[in-house]
């Protein structure tokens, strides 16, 4: 990531994650709704991937294994969400950012949850929820719920 970008990200988490968030959301408008339904699916399992990195990356034994295991149950939900229950998926989101504030409130010696950037969990988190929200109102509206 180059400085100037980094920089944005760092400095305007809230800014960058809606925009993320909307980015994410931008294929829904196009996609058939079971190709909507995967890609949701799919993404959710990929960013509930990005703790365990942090936790290899910077954690105990005790915060991979709780990195590992809440990112194994966020890629459940995506499979269940995809193959028989779609709202399970913007309800998997939403407990995402839930999880992103979380790691965003983790004090200093906490041994629970992994250390991340600063600026990380409150960007995930809006991403998140934008997410969650579109996904509901575009889903909703195709009658996928």
Do not use: N
């Not at 960058?16 to 909507?36: E, N, Q, R």
């Amino acid at each position: 990531m180059g400085a100037a970008a980094k920089a944005g990200f760092v400095s305007r988490p809230y800014l960058t994650g809606l925009l993320g968030g909307l980015l994410a959301l931008a294929p829904h408008a196009v996609l058939p709704d079971a190709a909507s339904i995967a890609y949701a699916a799919i993404l959710m399992g990929l960013i509930a991937g990005i703790y365990i990195g942090f936790a290899l990356q910077k954690g105990t034994e005790s915060q991979v294994l709780v990195e590992v295991s809440a990112a194994g149950l966020f890629a459940l939900a995506a499979l269940v969400g995809g193959i028989a229950l779609p709202i399970v998926i913007p309800i998997a989101y939403f407990a995402h950012g839930l999880w992103d504030a979380a790691h965003h409130a983790r004090k200093r010696g906490d041994e629970f949850l992994v250390q991340t950037p600063r600026w990380y969990p409150p960007f995930c988190a809006v991403v998140d929820w934008v997410v969650a929200l579109g996904l509901f109102v575009l889903w909703w509206r195709a009658g996928l719920l």
